[in-house]
């Protein structure tokens, strides 16, 4: 079950998530519904092509697609440029899935936020029980980690969103609309995108070795849950694609207009 599970998100990243990262781009391109979907399936195919070559020149990244895999591959992603056609086109689609992410990204960023509040009556508690009453609960030192780990990673996105991450603006701050939203395009499709692949890529066994031994706390008393720990990882890299995605397709609108 878990490995069919780990194999159908390993499918939802390479076959959607991937693909739609470029509907944006292909929307900038073109914002006809054909020559859209036209320049997305080019785009995309120039890509798996760039990585393909990418992985035969470097041996030791053992990446070896079978001709099943990569037959599934190119089905989802036929199947979802009919459905992005039916729709009316990348920019349509676009303007569907923008509001959905960017909520989903704030409701994550907005759920964990809270655990800053529990994380702060939890070491409180702590400490009452260690230095007044000389009680020690190893389950209650490890929540930290649990906590911390969820607030930095599942609120990375809304961070994003919000502009609240670390911004090296001496120019941007200055800078027209159409400047920032060429900023914020070619910056998403240069590094943020890129970033969020390798994070899945890497991630996946890592995370998948640990859902199938259960793997848990090295403390008898701690928590058994490490592996809903690391799971954090390939979530904070959607939640970050998502955002991504959010970002790219407002700029690339911007773009559109003050061309």
């Not at 693909?19 to 195919?45: H, K, N, T």
């Not at 798996?48 to 470097?58: D, R």
Request: glycine share 10%; net charge positive.
């Amino acid at each position: 079950m878990l490995t069919l599970t780990g194999a159908i998100l390993n499918w939802i990243a390479v076959g959607v998530i991937f693909p739609l990262m470029f509907l944006p781009l292909a929307a900038l391109a073109s914002g006809e519904r054909s020559r859209g979907i036209g320049y997305w399936f080019v785009i995309v195919g120039a890509v798996v092509a760039a990585g393909v070559l990418f992985a035969a020149l470097a041996p030791i990244l053992r990446i070896t697609p079978s001709s099943r895999q990569s037959i599934i591959f190119i089905g989802l992603v036929i199947a979802l440029g009919a459905v992005t056609f039916a729709i009316g086109g990348p920019q349509r689609l676009i303007s569907i899935l923008t509001p959905k992410l960017h909520n989903i990204t704030r409701l994550a960023g907005r759920i964990v936020m809270w655990l800053l509040i529990v994380m702060a009556l939890v070491q409180f508690s702590v400490v009452v029980l260690r230095y007044v009453f000389g009680i020690n609960y190893i389950f209650m030192q490890e929540s930290f980690t649990y906590m911390h780990g969820a607030v930095f990673l599942l609120a990375g996105g809304y961070a994003l969103l919000t502009d609240d991450h670390v911004r090296v603006d001496i120019f941007y701050r200055e800078a027209s609309p159409k400047r920032k939203a060429l900023v914020d395009f070619l910056g998403t499709y240069l590094f943020l995108f890129p970033i969020c692949l390798l994070l899945l890529w890497t991630a996946s066994p890592y995370v998948g070795n640990s859902w199938s031994v259960g793997e848990g706390s090295q403390e008898t008393s701690g928590i058994q849950g490490v592996f809903l720990l690391k799971s954090f990882i390939p979530a904070f890299a959607v939640l970050l694609a998502m955002a991504g995605f959010v970002i790219a397709g407002r700029a690339a609108e911007t773009l559109r207009e003050r061309s």
